[in-house]
């Protein structure tokens, strides 16, 4: 009887266990989920309004590392991407081909390629996001890019 006890007990751990695994790997699919779709909007909403569809994506205290300089805090980034927007010839597109999410869902990344034009110049490369969950919303905290090649067209 003690030996159909301890059976009982183990299996309950074991199915409660495997229920709490599957539940956390939901939410882990659902975030990750959300993450790519909240970087398919930052492009989105770059391409149709440009400085500020790109900077309603960053957390306050956002930073960016870009020609070996990293720059930080809203008001910097504004000011650091405002003469790149300025160009009218500037375009800046991505794709994002993955995505993943820490199991608390708090935190995430994302990664995929990326084009920027500018005039004839053409700069395509490979770029990280990694983005923080405030108040429900996924933000950028950290941006990066890594240029595979310039050429002129």
Partial sequence: ????????????????????????????????QELR??????????????????????????????????????????KYYEAIFANKDFTLTWTPTHAEAATNGSLGYTYGTYEA??????????????WRRIKGKWKVVMDTGSALRQQPQ
């Fill in 117 to 130: 034009k500018s005039g004839t110049d053409v700069s395509r490369g490979m770029y990280l996001t990694i």
């Fill in 37 to 78: 779709d909240a970087d398919a909007d930052f492009a989105k909403q770059t391409t149709a309004r440009r400085l500020e569809g790109w900077m309603d994506f960053f957390a306050d205290d956002a930073a960016i590392i870009q020609g070996g300089k990293t720059v930080s805090g809203r008001a910097d980034l504004r």
């Fill in 1 to 32: 009887m003690r030996s159909v006890r301890l059976a009982l007990v183990v299996l309950l751990v074991f199915v409660s266990f495997a229920s709490a695994q599957a539940q956390s790997a939901a939410k882990r699919t659902r975030w990750e």
